[in-house]
């Protein structure tokens, strides 16, 4: 499958939106907290193209406290999913940074996300209780490419 990943744009903001009110349900962003992902330069976004239809979002940024990049977000259509566009967004999010350490919370109960991540050289370093509004715990999941260079 032929699919685009690009700097997000204003103008998808609302499809962002949507897909993460499918995605993520109760616990999904609200429109406040995407217009600050829209507004602030420091947040990295990128939106994943299949002939021109939005299939996909990503969004991280720096955290100077931890000295890593946090991915805050990352999701994928349901027609467009397990065809590599979760891959190619996470790794558009890795590169956007000169860090070589990144650190991500995801649901416990979502294996797909889960295997991406793994799969991606990430390893589940915590679990944090009830994270969720849906009551579903969280792990917390690192990765560091300055271990994983010979």
């Not at 947040?43 to 002939?51: E, M, N």
């Not at 100077?64 to 999010?93: D, H, N, Q, S, W």
Request: charged residues 25%.
């Amino acid at each position: 499958m032929c699919f685009e990943i690009r700097k997000a744009v204003p103008r998808d903001l609302h499809a962002a939106l949507q897909l993460d009110k499918e995605a993520f349900g109760v616990d999904a962003w609200s429109i406040l907290d995407y217009a600050g992902v829209f507004s602030f330069r420091g947040i990295k976004k990128f939106t994943a193209l299949v002939g021109g239809k939005f299939a996909g979002f990503a969004a991280a940024e720096y955290d100077a406290g931890r000295k890593a990049v946090c991915l805050m977000t990352l999701a994928v259509r349901p027609e467009f999913r397990k065809k590599g566009i979760g891959t190619a967004l996470l790794k558009r999010c890795e590169e956007a940074f000169t860090q070589t350490k990144y650190f991500l919370t995801v649901d416990c109960e979502n294996r797909s996300a889960i295997c991406l991540y793994e799969h991606n050289g990430y390893r589940q370093t915590g679990v944090i209780h009830a994270y969720y509004l849906n009551g579903h715990d969280a792990f917390e999941m690192e990765k560091d490419t300055d271990k994983c260079r010979i």
